[in-house]
């Protein structure tokens, strides 16, 4: 008896979605990588740190105390590694991929600053892929300085609930205080490569404010440790 001829299986078509919103390209977290690099670039951050405090000859500091050696090399640290983690996680926020990278000339011309008397700190940069409006960019630019400006803040607060004594620790705040806000009003400056360009091309009010700010911070703090 001959079977009843089946009629062929008709597949599916293909199938495919349009997005118009770009999908999230990371969680948050650090990769290995990332971790390596933020190291390497913390190590040679607090060395730069080190040289510059070391030669602040005027304004001294009992180099041979270890808990203020350690506090120094922590706080030049966390100038750098905050501020580069906030602009990181403003993105990671925003579904784009953000994670830093070293860069073998920054690191070179880092490293270099050590030991010579011209200093520059560019280790590295956070790398971020994805679509990103120029709100995204502005606020993931921004990110760094005001982490840096409120550092500046609490460093200054505790400064001056700090007691009398022991004035050493008194000391290594207010220089919290000034570094932060000139890691801060230097990455403002408005030019190419600087997060300031980007932060002023967002809002024009923000970047006024932030930029304001941060100028009389450096300006009180430095002026508070040269003539203490």
């Known amino acids: 008896m001959a079977e009843k001829a089946r009629a062929p299986r008709e597949e599916a078509p293909f199938e495919y979605k349009v997005t118009y919103t770009p999908p999230r390209l990371a969680k948050f977290g650090f990769s290995s990588t990332e ?22 000859d005027y304004w001294y500091i009992e180099y041979t105390d270890p808990v203020i050696l350690v506090v120094l090399a922590l706080m030049f640290a966390s100038i750098f590694l905050l501020h580069e983690i906030a602009h990181k996680l403003v993105a990671q926020h925003y579904g784009l991929w953000a994670e830093f990278r070293l860069f073998l000339i920054g690191a070179l011309l880092t490293l270099f600053s050590v030991v010579s008397p011209i200093k520059f700190i560019a280790p590295g940069a956070v790398m971020i892929v994805g679509s990103a409006s120029k709100d995204i ?20 607060t505790v400064a001056f609930l ?3 004594q022991p004035v050493q620790y008194f000391k290594v705040a207010m220089l919290s205080a000034a570094f932060n806000s000139w890691i801060a009003l230097f990455n403002l400056i408005p030019i190419a490569m600087l997060d300031g360009l980007k932060v002023f091309k967002w809002n ?9 700010l941060s100028v009389l911070l450096t300006a009180f703090t430095f002026d508070y440790i040269f003539t203490l």
């Open 137 to 156: 960019v502005g606020k993931t630019s921004v990110a760094g300085p005001l982490t840096n400006i409120t550092l500046s803040l609490i460093s200054l």
């Open 35 to 56: 971790i390596k690099h933020l190291t390497i670039s913390a190590l040679l951050v607090m060395g730069v740190g080190l040289s510059i405090f070391f030669r602040v």
């Open 162 to 164: 700090l007691p009398a």
């Open 204 to 212: 024009k009010i923000i970047w006024g404010m932030t930029f304001a």
